[in-house]
């Protein structure tokens, strides 16, 4: 009996494999022709391009005679005409859990952690998620500001395919000192409202623990604020979280914008520094030195802040004169420093920041902002370009997912109607998204 009962299961396998092997779906495979395709790596255009795509994947991009060769006859064919194809953007620095209506970041933070519920974060980070996606962006590192785990929610509802959004990396709560970072609470219910956004640590051992709460709820990579209104994390917290981190294999990501912090973190070893306002010439030598990527935030430089706050509000005098003064400090520091990172040879990326509803624009638009302030703070376009592609794609560790248009990629394309090259603005109008070979939004084929 317990032969013929095994010779049966053996008999069932057996059939289960031969299904398992019976039917190759054929491959769903599209050719996708236009005018142009940058070569992001070398930042020059292919003419007459096309690129095929086999299920989710890149199969061949050039040349359309060399890439139409090798398309099978029944390939549908997605025809761009005059337009550029480009990989999918890359946003490095994201939160789309939190859409401030205010300036002030103590009241955004506040709002968003203590009079809003998860659900209703997760459902707005649903809403920026889809948004960020149709404006061309196809992946993002959400740094912060989520609630304990609603990136990761979101991260795993978009991979369900029950929500449209880009890839997500999702950082969870940011790792900070006592107190979180710009709050300024009622001490009898801070540590409530705090814990919502942010795991404080007072020391090396409560770093470590930190880390490891993170990974428990689903963190991608560990978010850090090494400095926020002189208060620090030391350099044994800071070394403790890297050790920790890349135990598990997880990037740091640091919230860095003075001397004292950036040092910590660049002496830590982390992988990159975000927005790095004070950064010296030998910190910058030192990051490259460590292969330590700058991802630049400089979203609002050229006077994009005030177009977006005179949009909501009339400015009183007081907001008026701070302003005034912030631009004039912006307008001096920031190209001074994008010219500095260029000339140190550190690897850099683009992150927006993008944590506000910008009044008549989707998030999408609103984050694309960053590619024409980085331009005329004297990056050159095919340097914005590449930090939110190749370099974006490197520094998430994804080189070999996403970030260019080669074989092996996800199938992630966007198509602009000009010449992005000569006008890096083109990417805030975005015409066409493919997602791993799901077209997400074509207005240029009329259809
Ligand atoms: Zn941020």
């Known amino acids: ?104 970041p103590q009241e955004t933070i506040l709002n968003a952690a203590a009079g809003m519920s998860p659900t209703a974060r997760v459902l707005l980070g649903a809403h920026n998620a889809r948004e960020d996606l149709e404006g061309g962006f196809t992946s993002v590192r959400v740094v912060g500001h989520s609630g304990i785990d609603g990136d990761v929610s979101l991260r795993e509802a978009i991979k369900a395919g029950w929500l449209s959004g880009p890839r997500i990396q999702a950082a969870a709560r940011k790792l900070a000192p006592p107190g979180g970072q710009a709050l300024h609470l009622n001490p009898a219910v801070a540590d409530e409202i705090v814990h919502q956004e942010f795991l404080q640590m007072g020391s090396a051992d409560e770093a470590r623990k930190a880390v490891r709460e993170n990974l428990l709820y689903g963190a991608d990579l560990i978010k850090v604020v090494a400095d926020d209104d002189n208060r620090f994390i030391t350099p044994e917290e800071m070394k403790a979280i890297v050790e920790e981190a890349h135990r598990a294999k997880v990037k740091v990501a640091v919230h860095a914008t003075t001397v004292t912090g950036i040092q910590a973190a660049v002496d830590a070893g982390v992988d990159s520094i975000e927005h790095g306002d004070d950064i010296t010439d030998e910190q910058l030598k030192t990051m490259r030195e460590k292969g330590i990527f700058f991802d630049i935030t400089q979203l609002f430089f050229g006077g994009r802040l005030r177009t977006m706050v005179e949009k909501r509000m009339v400015l009183p005098p007081q907001l008026q004169q701070e302003l005034k003064m912030y631009e004039h400090i912006d307008a001096k520091r920031t190209p001074a420093l994008i010219q500095r990172i260029l000339k140190s040879g550190v690897k850099f990326t683009a992150g927006s920041d993008m944590w506000f509803d910008y009044p008549g624009k989707t998030r999408g638009e609103a984050t694309a902002l960053m590619f024409g302030a980085l331009k005329d703070a004297g990056m050159p376009a095919a340097e914005v370009i590449r930090a ?48 791993g070979g799901a077209v997400i939004k074509n207005a240029v084929e009329k259809k």
């Open 388 to 435: 939110a592609t190749v370099n974006a794609a490197q520094s998430l560790g994804w080189q070999d997912r996403v970030g260019t248009l080669e074989a092996g990629r996800f199938a992630d394309i966007i198509a602009v109607a000009g010449d992005p090259l000569a006008d890096v603005t083109e990417l805030e109008h975005v015409q066409f998204v493919m997602k």
């Open 1 to 104: 009996m317990p032969e013929k009962i095994l010779a049966i299961v053996l008999l069932l396998l057996a059939r289960v494999a031969a299904i398992g092997q019976a039917a190759p779906s054929t491959p769903k495979t599209i050719l996708i022709k236009a005018e142009r395709m940058l070569d992001v790596r070398s930042g020059k255009y292919v003419s007459n391009a096309a690129i095929l795509v086999e299920n989710d994947r890149i199969k061949a991009a050039g040349s359309l005679a060399d890439v139409q060769a090798r398309a099978p006859k029944d390939a549908s064919v997605i025809d761009l005409g005059a337009a550029t194809l480009l990989p999918g953007l890359i946003d490095c620095h994201a939160h789309l859990l939190t859409a401030g209506t205010s300036i002030d």
